[in-house]
């Protein structure tokens, strides 16, 4: 596989990797969990918006907007929102940990959903290796917090979440090719960005009381940790064979 692909891989992981981290100083900064995550969607969808204005894009087709809601349901939504409850139980290398399961569910998905993607032995040790880290999480009963914290709903958590992120990238796969990378991040967003900040206004109410610090670590989110290895995940899937 040629460097750029690696380095853009390096790249997007570190984008993801760093929204644990930025969630957990949003929480201490008083950001509230569907503020957080309503907003830093909403912005990442502004921003895919303009790029394609600027390149005077196209509509999409009926097809890609399918494609854009799957994505937005099970690539976004779903893991967004539950991640950032889990972390709100444990800490971010705790949730990390979990969350490093996500390549090996996307390989079992694979196997069912991509017939050049077969489940080989080496992919089912690393799967049930990687499980066996999440049972020893349960075991220790340490949510990796000062103190409070429950970690066995963070597992929970995000274990649905790495099953959700699992089929997602299965699904991107297999319609690869029929879709521009970014109008499928852009629509993701929009559907995403529409249910969740009404979930925003309806459960937490309009966000007027955020500090500047916290917006700081909300735009963050939206570049880092949402808008760029999106771009860069969907990108990589139409390029590499």
């Known amino acids: 596989m040629r460097a750029t692909y690696w380095i853009l ?58 494609y854009g809601f799957v994505q937005a349901v099970f690539n976004l939504t779903i893991p967004y929102v539950l991640f950032t409850f889990a972390l709100a139980e444990a800490s971010a290398g705790f949730v990390g940990l979990i969350a490093a399961l996500i390549p090996l569910a996307t390989s079992l998905f694979a196997n069912f959903m991509l017939p050049d993607e077969s489940m080989t032995l080496r992919k089912f040790i690393a799967l049930l290796v990687g499980f066996s880290g999440v049972a020893a999480l349960m075991l220790s009963g340490d949510s990796g917090l000062a103190e409070g914290g429950r970690p066995l709903v963070a597992i929970g958590l995000g274990l649905i979440c790495v099953v959700s992120v699992g089929y997602a990238g299965a699904f991107a796969k297999k319609h690869a090719g029929s879709y521009d990378p970014t109008m499928l991040s852009g629509i993701q967003f929009g559907f995403a960005a529409v249910w969740l900040v009404a979930a925003m ?41």
């Open 9 to 66: 891989i390096v790249v997007a992981a570190l984008g993801w990797g760093s929204g644990g981290v930025l969630t957990r100083a949003a929480f201490a900064e008083g950001v509230e969990t569907w503020t957080m995550v309503a907003l830093r969607v909403a912005i990442a969808a502004l921003l895919v918006l303009v790029i394609l204005i600027a390149r005077r894009s196209p509509l999409p087709t009926v097809v890609v907007l399918k």
């Open 201 to 241: 206004f309806a459960i937490e109410g309009a966000p007027t009381d955020i500090s500047p610090n916290g917006w700081w670590l909300i735009l963050a989110l939206a570049i880092a940790a949402t808008f760029m290895p999106f771009l860069l995940f969907y990108w990589l899937i139409q390029h590499i064979p």
